[in-house]
Nanobody
């Protein structure tokens, strides 16, 4: 059975840091791209960052230089290191993973990140 479980969210002051984790099971994690999305109240879900199976990374402009996505295939886990957090980063953060052909697409349940000003 496939699982993606996010953790690491919480409440932090503006300028602070959090490290989100996405633990995967039930599929060949190392062959899958992993992405992070977020959804703020009243807004659509937006793509934040992604890392491919070959460790190529991409970020949305608003988090470049502040967020870092990484993966540890030995632990079947992906990470999102978030530094210099801003109130506008407040959202539920979701982990997503998909194969090369995008036939198999998996989502986690989300973890809340709240940044106070």
């Amino acid at each position: 059975q496939v699982h993606l479980v996010e953790s690491g969210g919480g409440l932090v002051q503006s300028g602070g840091s959090l490290r989100l984790s996405c633990a995967a099971s039930g599929f060949t994690f190392s062959r899958y791209t992993v992405t992070w999305y977020r959804q703020a109240p009243g807004k659509e879900r937006e793509w934040v960052a992604g890392i491919t199976s070959t460790r190529n990374t991409n970020y949305t402009d608003s988090v470049k230089g502040r967020f870092t996505i990484s993966r540890d295939n030995g632990q079947n886990t992906a990470f999102l290191q978030m530094n210099n957090l801003k109130p506008e980063d407040t959202a539920v953060y979701y982990c997503n993973s998909y194969d090369f052909a995008r036939v198999y697409i998996y989502w986690g349940q989300g973890t809340q990140v709240t940044v106070s000003s």
